[in-house]
């Protein structure tokens, strides 16, 4: 956990790294992103991949790590919870595999967030998304954001899923960016304006 600034602050953001890296690759993030109010809590995906770990199987079915890791990030946050950072003050922040994980927990979470944060990631199941998301899904608030010039996660798609979400209802905003698998200045500052929107 790294500790808000400004002591005393229930608000918490579960942080989500991407393929092959670990939590110590988000250590800058609160440095980043500059919110004085915001607890940080970076978590490791729970399978080993070279020296870094992974949310699900890359290469093959993802769905049964997604629903693995779905689960443990429910109980992580449940733990949040009982150790007093209620839910509607606690975002989740993921990139590229987070961003999946984002969107699982986001759709499927049956307490409302504070908000949901998705970077150069998709899903891997839109429509099962869409088909058991809980009853707060549409509630949800979430800001993602993709590369037009993404060579590991199809701009494209992205896109495509994002509309298929908001015609569903969802509340996604969509911020698009000419940049590959990474993150840009101007991403972070539209991410802290959206964590500030959403205290």
């Given at each position: 956990?790294?500790?808000?600034?400004?002591?005393?602050?229930?608000?918490?953001?579960?942080?989500?790294?991407?393929?092959?890296?670990?939590?110590?690759?988000?250590?800058?993030?609160?440095?980043?992103?500059?919110?004085?109010?915001?607890?940080?809590?970076?978590v490791?995906?729970?399978?080993?991949?070279?020296?870094?770990?992974?949310?699900?199987?890359?290469?093959?079915?993802?769905?049964?790590?997604?629903e693995?890791?779905?689960?443990?990030?429910?109980?992580?946050?449940?733990?949040?919870?009982?150790?007093?950072?209620?839910?509607?003050?606690?975002?989740?922040?993921?990139?590229?595999?987070?961003?999946?994980?984002?969107?699982?927990?986001?759709?499927?979470?049956?307490?409302?967030?504070?908000?949901?944060?998705?970077?150069?990631?998709?899903?891997?199941?839109?429509?099962?998304?869409?088909?058991?998301?809980?009853?707060?899904?549409?509630?949800?608030?979430?800001?993602?954001?993709?590369?037009?010039?993404?060579?590991?996660?199809?701009?494209?798609?992205?896109?495509?899923?994002?509309?298929?979400?908001?015609?569903?209802?969802?509340?996604?905003?969509?911020?698009?960016?000419?940049?590959?698998?990474?993150?840009?200045?101007?991403e972070?500052?539209?991410?802290?304006?959206?964590?500030?929107?959403?205290?």
């Amino acid at each position: 956990m790294v500790p808000a600034v400004e002591k005393g602050s229930q608000r918490l953001m579960l942080v989500m790294h991407g393929l092959g890296d670990s939590m110590d690759g988000y250590r800058e993030v609160p440095h980043v992103l500059q919110v004085p109010d915001m607890n940080y809590l970076l978590v490791n995906a729970p399978d080993h991949y070279f020296g870094g770990y992974s949310w699900y199987d890359y290469d093959g079915d993802p769905a049964p790590g997604v629903e693995r890791s779905r689960k443990m990030l429910f109980e992580v946050l449940d733990a949040q919870r009982e150790a007093g950072f209620p839910t509607e003050e606690t975002m989740v922040f993921g990139f590229s595999q987070g961003c999946l994980m984002t969107l699982e927990v986001g759709f499927r979470y049956p307490h409302k967030l504070a908000g949901c944060v998705g970077v150069s990631g998709y899903s891997n199941d839109p429509e099962g998304l869409l088909e058991n998301r809980s009853s707060v899904a549409t509630e949800q608030r979430f800001l993602l954001s993709h590369g037009t010039m993404d060579p590991v996660v199809p701009f494209e798609r992205t896109q495509r899923q994002v509309a298929q979400f908001q015609a569903a209802g969802m509340q996604i905003e969509f911020e698009q960016y000419p940049k590959a698998h990474t993150f840009v200045e101007s991403e972070w500052q539209r991410i802290r304006e959206f964590i500030v929107a959403c205290a």
